[in-house]
């Protein structure tokens, strides 16, 4: 439940949420509450030919995949900035 997932984030420097499918657009809520969706990055298909690696705010869709993930650091890196939009093999 969000207050669980809140209570969380709140005592950690860096978490990774599993299995994020349908809950999705609860998550990203969730995070965007806790301003951190610019300290997010959103994970599916890796190590397929249609993976996707992007920060949070540019995968706002309706929903995921089911094993897709979403990280959390609250570092000062600024590691967000630097993912590329959508990453495809060749």
């Keep these: 439940d969000n207050e669980t997932i809140r209570a969380r984030l709140e005592n950690c ?16 809520e969730l995070l965007s509450q806790m ?3 610019g300290q997010a990055a ?3 298909r890796i190590s397929l030919p ?4 992007l920060p949070l ?12 993930l ?7 890196e600024e ?4 993912l590329e939009i959508a990453v495809e093999h060749a």
């Design 50 to 53: 249609e993976q996707k690696l």
């Design 70 to 76: 979403i990280l959390v650091y609250k570092g000062a």
């Design 57 to 68: 705010a540019s995968a706002r869709t309706g929903s995921a995949p089911y094993f897709s």
């Design 42 to 44: 959103y994970a599916e």
């Design 35 to 37: 301003e951190l969706t």
């Design 79 to 82: 590691w967000v900035a630097g």
């Design 13 to 28: 420097d860096a978490a990774v949420i599993i299995k994020v499918g349908r809950h999705f657009q609860r998550i990203c």
